[in-house]
C-alpha cells in the first residue's frame, strides 16, 4: 500500500471481468491499494434481481465501505465509465479515470442486435461464440498495429462471461446511458483516456465529456483503441500516476501530464 496515497479501484464494462487492468494490477502493487471487482452477475459474484446502474453504484459503496476505503480514485472502462461517473456524483472520491467510455452515447449500433441474437439464441454458453468476439475485438477493438500477441493474451485472460445475468446487464443498466445531467457535480482530477482506433465508443464522445468536467485532461492516446491500458500499458500507467501525483501533491493535473507524455500522446 501507498501510505496516505488514494486506493485505486478498477471498475470493469459490461462483459469485462475483474482481470481487465492486469498490467496496472502488475505495475501498481506494493505502490497503491488497488481493488478490482466483479460486477453483480460478473464472474463469481452474486447475481442481482434487478440489474441497474444505480444497483451496481450501490454494491461499490457497499464494497467500499467495507473494505473502509473512502475518497478512491475510481477508473472506470467502457461501460465502467458510467458507473464512475454516477458514483463520484453521490460519494466522495480523490479523482476519476473515463478510459474508452464517456457521459453518453456509448453503444454503438451494431451492439443492440447482436446482443439480443446472443440472448434469444443463449449463444454466450457456446464457446463457438469466441470466434465472433475474436472478430469483432480485431476489427473494433484494437489498433490495427497492436502486436497480435497483446490481442490474444488479453482474451485469453479475459474470457467472456458465460451467465446469462452479466449480458443483461448490458441491456438493463447501461443501454440508454446519459450523464451529462449534473456532471458538473464531478469536480475532481480526471483522466479522460482514449484511443482513436476506438471503434465501440467514438473518441469524440470522450472529448466532449472532458470539456463539461470542470478538472478534466483530456488524453488521446495514439496506436490503440478500445483497450489503450493493455496496447500501451507503460504510456498509460504514467498517466495513472500523474494523476496520483496531483492528487498528492495537490497540484494541476494537466501541467503534470504534459510534463510526463510528448505532445503525441496527449493532446
Known amino acids: 500500500m501507498g501510505g496516505s496515497s488514494p486506493a485505486v479501484v478498477f471498475v470493469h464494462g459490461g462483459l469485462g471481468s475483474l482481470w481487465n487492468p492486469y498490467p496496472q494490477l502488475d505495475a501498481f502493487e506494493g505502490e497503491q491499494e488497488l481493488v478490482t471487482y466483479a460486477l453483480a452477475g ?9 440489474q441497474s446502474l444505480a444497483g451496481h453504484v450501490a454494491d461499490l459503496r457497499h464494497l467500499l465501505d467495507t ?7 475510481v477508473h472506470g472502462h467502457s461501460y465502467g465509465t458510467a458507473i464512475a461517473l454516477e458514483y463520484a456524483k453521490r460519494h466522495p472520491t480523490a ?6 467510455g464517456g457521459d453518453h452515447d456509448l453503444t454503438p449500433a451494431w451492439e443492440k442486435p447482436l446482443l439480443r441474437l446472443f440472448l434469444a439464441l443463449r449463444l454466450y454458453r457456446l464457446p463457438t461464440s469466441d470466434a465472433l468476439i475474436r472478430q469483432l475485438a480485431y476489427s473494433v477493438g484494437f489498433h490495427e498495429g497492436t502486436d497480435e500477441a497483446v490481442v490474444e493474451d488479453f482474451l485469453q485472460s479475459n474470457p467472456l462471461p458465460r451467465h446469462r445475468s452479466a449480458w443483461t446487464t448490458v441491456t438493463e443498466a447501461f443501454w440508454g446511458y446519459d450523464g451529462r445531467p449534473d456532471i458538473e457535480r464531478v469536480d475532481v482530477p480526471t ?3 482514449h484511443g482513436p482506433a476506438d471503434g465501440i465508443v467514438p473518441v469524440d464522445v470522450a472529448r466532449g465529456t472532458a470539456s463539461r468536467l470542470p478538472e478534466s485532461v483530456f488524453c488521446r492516446m495514439e496506436r490503440t483503441g478500445h483497450v489503450a491500458m493493455i496496447e500501451r500499458p507503460a504510456a498509460y500507467n ?5 494523476l496520483i501525483t496531483a492528487i498528492e501533491a495537490d497540484r494541476g493535473l494537466e501541467s503534470i501530464v504534459r510534463d510526463r507524455l510528448d505532445e503525441h500522446n496527449v493532446e
Open 42 to 50: 460478473n464472474g463469481n459474484s452474486t447475481t442481482r434481481p434487478e
Open 67 to 73: 473494505l473502509d476505503i473512502d475518497r478512491p480514485i
Open 95 to 100: 479523482g476519476l479515470v473515463l478510459h474508452a
Open 191 to 193: 483522466l479522460v483516456i
Open 238 to 242: 504514467r498517466l495513472l500516476r500523474a
